[in-house]
T-cell receptor, first 115, second 115 residues
């Protein structure tokens, strides 16, 4: 049971470099999300995609772009990495289209360090 | 806007005792859901329990129960008979009832179970 798969698990970048975090889910879920986790701040939403073909900004979108390539895949791109983007990034998915129920299924996280 | 507040950065509990982790929330949505996740030191996010705003009874899942007090806007997690493996970070989260199905997370409580 793969669930939500993120790659890479670890990455070190220099300031100004670009990279893409990949996320894929095999549960046929409609909605997908990217969160970042910083010490003492919980998880904050970067971008989300309620369904294939749509993306929306979350709480902290600056410096990031996303692509919902198909129903399975949702990538997060850092065009010009900054030290402030050093964080642990989580991809998540959710099966339902409406309503308040249904938990998020999370990937294992990607630890990014920007020097 | 939705807000989740966890006021206990760290908690200690003796093995086999019960512990309550506090969570208060703020929302103007009449329909919402409340979630608790566990994050052990390995980093993955583990879903524990869910409570819907219209649910009449408090949710329970094994040793976990959610003490939902709607008038006080609180959704405390109760862990009974604590085990050493319960030592982890615990996050409270909320979702509104609209089509945007992202979760808003609190800052977390680090629980340490003492032998």
């Amino acid at each position: 049971n793969a669930g939500v798969t993120q790659t890479p698990k670890f990455q070190v970048l220099k300031t100004g470099q670009s990279m893409t975090l990949q996320c894929a889910q095999d549960m046929n879920h409609n909605s997908m999300y990217w969160y970042r986790q910083d010490p003492g701040m919980g998880l904050r939403l970067i971008y989300y995609s309620a369904s294939e073909g749509t993306t929306d900004k979350g709480e902290v979108p600056n410096g990031y772009n996303v692509s919902r390539l198909n129903k399975r895949e949702f990538s997060l791109r850092l065009e010009s990495a900054a030290p402030s983007q050093t964080s642990v990034y989580f991809c998540a998915s959710n099966p339902r289209g409406q309503g308040a129920g249904g938990e998020l299924f999370f990937g294992e996280g990607s630890r990014l360090t920007v020097l | 806007a939705q807000k989740i507040t966890q006021t206990q950065p760290g908690m200690f509990v003796q093995e086999k005792e019960a512990v309550t982790l506090d969570c208060t929330y703020d929302t103007s949505d009449p329909s919402y859901g409340l979630f608790w996740y566990k994050q052990p030191s390995s980093g993955e996010m583990i879903f524990l329990i869910y409570q819907g705003s219209y649910d009449q009874q408090n949710a329970t899942e094994g040793r976990y129960s959610l003490n939902f007090q709607k008038a006080r806007k609180s959704a405390n997690l109760v862990i009974s008979a604590s085990q050493l493996g319960d030592s982890a970070m615990y996050f409270c989260a909320m979702r509104g009832g609209g089509s945007a199905r992202q979760l808003t997370f609190g800052s977390g409580t680090q629980l340490t179970v003492l032998p």
